[in-house]
Nanobody
Framework: QVQLVESGGGLVQPGGSLRLSCAAS????????MGWDRQVPGKQRELVAR???????AYADVVKGRFTISRDNAKNTVYLQMNNLKPEDTAVYYC?????????WGQGTQVTVSS
C-alpha cells in the first residue's frame, strides 16, 4: 500500500523559506514521477513542481526561481525547497506520485505566508 506523508509546513513571514518533505512507503520514489501540488479553498488544485523518474524537473511559472524540487533516493523522500515565499503561496501543499494506473496523494501540509 502506497503512503505519502508530508511534513515541514507552517507559518512563515514573506521572504522566508520552508522545506517540505514527502516520505514514501510502499513504493520507490525514484521509479515514478513525483510532484507537489497546492490548493487554496475554493480554487482548483494546481501543479507546483514535478520531478520525473529520470530526474528532470518542471515548475509552475509562478514559483520558478524560488522553489526547488529534489529527491533523496536513499531516504525514499521528495523535497520542496521554497524560498522568498509570498502571501500568495499560502495553500495546502500535497505530495503526489504519478502512475499509469492513477495517482497517489498525501494528506497535505498547510503553508501560511503572513506577517
Amino acid at each position: 500500500q502506497v503512503q505519502l506523508v508530508e511534513s515541514g509546513g507552517g507559518l512563515v513571514q514573506p521572504g522566508g523559506s520552508l522545506r517540505l518533505s514527502c516520505a514514501a512507503s510502499g513504493s520507490i520514489v525514484s521509479r515514478y514521477a513525483m510532484g507537489w501540488d497546492r490548493q487554496v479553498p475554493g480554487k482548483q488544485r494546481e501543479l507546483v513542481a514535478r520531478i520525473t523518474s529520470g530526474g528532470s524537473t518542471a515548475y509552475a511559472d509562478v514559483v520558478k526561481g524560488r522553489f526547488t524540487i529534489s529527491r533523496d533516493n536513499a531516504k525514499n523522500t521528495v523535497y520542496l525547497q521554497m524560498n522568498n515565499l509570498k502571501p500568495e503561496d499560502t495553500a495546502v501543499y500535497y505530495c503526489k506520485q504519478n502512475r499509469a494506473t492513477g495517482n497517489y496523494w498525501g494528506q497535505g501540509t498547510q503553508v501560511t505566508v503572513s506577517s
